[in-house]
């Protein structure tokens, strides 16, 4: 995975540079006519089993996400999703080594309530995904890891004043996922998460009157940490 995280590295210093350019130059609030979308760089850990493995292995993946938010109502959002990633599982005969790089499309729903007082808000979300990832060997030889993903996550905003605010909650994952060799798929294993839930936490910067840069973080059946560039509508 060396190459796919100087990669991802690379990525997120253009990312800030790009970022900051844009809103010295321009302003966020003048995308005021432009729905609500973001930009993520991300990374993460999940242990999952292999039907054929009675050990725990883990699945590290890398993921640059665009997304596009569409308010429906006061509260309610439907988030549309995709990006690229790359992915291994070491200490697996049949995957140590290989780098599987690929795609994601996704959709996903949010609610946010604002609470008496208006300093916090209820925040809840669902996501559905699908990621296909593939490499070849030396040999030719195709070798696929797709997987289905499912989120819940519910937790509670605070508004720290200058700009900064502050979430912290619990999340429910389940990953259902299959490795096959050739291109029939041949010898395919079924691959799941081997833990289902765990804690997340979130700092937000205000930038600008319709911007948002974010820090998240996830413990538990995730090992997470993602920054996010975010247009507000």
């Known amino acids: ?5 100087a990669a991802y590295r690379t990525a997120l210093a253009a990312l800030l540079c790009a970022w900051s350019a844009a809103t010295a130059a321009a302003g966020l609030e003048q995308l005021a ?24 292995r883990e699945l590290e993946h890398y993921s640059l996400r665009f997304s596009v938010a ?7 959002r439907l ?13 697996r005969d049949d995957l140590d ?19 008496p007082g208006d300093r916090w808000r209820l925040l809840a979300g669902v996501s559905l995904a699908r990621h296909q990832t593939d490499t070849r060997r030396a040999s030719g030889e195709q070798v696929d890891l797709d997987w289905n ?40 294993v079924d691959f799941e998460n081997s833990d289902s839930g765990g804690l997340w936490g ?15 973080l996830r413990g538990g059946a995730q090992k997470f940490l993602s920054i996010t560039f975010r247009h507000l509508n």
């Open 1 to 5: 995975m060396a190459r796919v995280r």
């Open 33 to 56: 006519g432009y729905p609500e979308f973001d930009l993520q760089l991300a990374g993460e850990r999940v242990a999952v089993q292999f039907d054929d493995d009675n050990a725990e």
């Open 70 to 76: 569409e308010p429906l109502g006061e509260h309610l």
């Open 79 to 91: 988030r549309l999703f995709g990006g690229n990633s790359g992915v291994s599982i070491d200490d």
């Open 97 to 115: 080594g290989l780098e599987l790089n690929g795609h994601f499309l996704g959709i996903g729903a949010e609610w946010r309530q604002t609470l």
């Open 149 to 188: 993903r499912a989120d819940f996550a519910l937790g509670l905003d605070l508004d720290l004043g200058e700009r900064w605010s502050a979430a912290l909650g619990g999340y429910a994952l389940a990953v259902d996922g299959k490795r096959r060799f050739g291109a029939t798929g041949e010898a395919s």
């Open 202 to 216: 979130r700092l937000s910067l205000a930038a600008g009157r319709r911007g948002e840069i974010a820090l998240d």
